[in-house]
């Protein structure tokens, strides 16, 4: 049965008139320090839930900037539900960030608490951050409304759509436009996870307003665990962005150690990541390890150039994500004592790639046939190898 969004009508349009969807039906794209949110690429702001030490935050910075992510992320004034929790370096933790932010190449965002802070906050950060207990907080909202700055804008954990995007209102009204809204999960009856990540959040904000949305999979679940899966739900959900908490020792966190992935972590879910978004088509940022290229070539043939490079990243980020659901495929035949291999499929494959060749100006069947065996053959050898399988051909193509 085919769900249809209702779209806004003309009363809750004048609850918010600069943030609905009907304002700028194209959609609104919004940089952070030259990073754009909203537009083709799906864009990962990363780093620790909070700034400790210079040490950790410069660690952190450069580990998310490696793998790919385009923000950084850092708490340095922290609202914690406990009066005797970490409540952030303040200050301090600013300058701490921002030089990390410089030193990896990262624009950087970070949570602005009260009115008097919002002016040291934007003197450092590129983006000012509403957390979840001020989405309400309206002097705030107004403040930031003249900060200069944009605005991460996140869901309270009680708070309903069209609240968060009155709060956004708040922002727009004030003389601010750039405004990304974030869902950062709701509070549930269940205990299971930290909150319950409202994924719906998306496609319904998708259909009421022309701002951008990230998700944050780190508070929406409590759980580093969850963090990959979620993500990947995000993507397919239609986000434009994901914010993450990545340290560099999660079981010596000040804050939010539970949630944080570590830099490997990150880095294998950024990988994974790749072919998700390429599905979905977008372009996720290439590890900086992977990609030393020039870019921003200001001639005709440089810029077909830089597009045939965003193609080869995507091309390869599919064929990682393809031998990596080949293995997940083989281990499970092999722990049911199925054979890796089935010819018919194999060669169903290579059938369809053909039919489904590109008409004129593509490639032709004969070449599509050998590019998919190319694909098949190599990947039949990763699956040996990682599963320790004798080199027979018994690999499987999918």
Known sequence: MAVTIAQPGHGRDLAYPLAARTARPEGSVVEI???????????????????ETAEQVH???HAVAEAGARVLRGGAFKPRTSPYAFQGLGVEGLHLLAEAGRAAGLPVVTEVLATEDVAVVAEHADALQVGARNVQNFALLKALGRAGRPVLLKRGMS?????????????????NPDVILCERGIRSFDPSTRNTLDLAAVPVLAALT?????????????????????SKAAVAAGA??????VHPDPETAWSDGPQSLDPRMFAD???ELAGYAALEGRALAAPRWRDARPRS???PVGAYRDQIDEVDDQILALLEHRAELGQRLGRIKVAAGQPLRVPEREQDVIDRAAAAAAGPGGLGPDAVVRVFRAI?????????????????????AG
């Open 269 to 271: 879910l950024m990988r």
């Open 297 to 299: 070539w200001s001639t």
């Open 33 to 51: 320090g030259g990073v754009p949110f909203g537009g083709r690429e799906l864009v990962v702001i990363a780093g620790p839930c909070a700034v």
């Open 159 to 175: 708070t309903t759509i069209e609240e968060l995007l009155m709060a956004a209102e708040y922002v727009l009204a004030h003389g």
């Open 210 to 230: 022309h701002l951008p949305v990230v998700i944050d999979p780190s508070h929406g679940t409590g759980r580093r665990d969850l963090v990959a899966p979620l």
């Open 240 to 245: 434009d962005g994901l914010i993450i908490e």
């Open 376 to 396: 098949v053959s190599e990947t039949r050898a990763v699956q040996e190898d990682r599963l320790e399988v004798p080199s027979a051909g018994l690999g499987v």
């Open 59 to 61: 660690a952190a910075a």
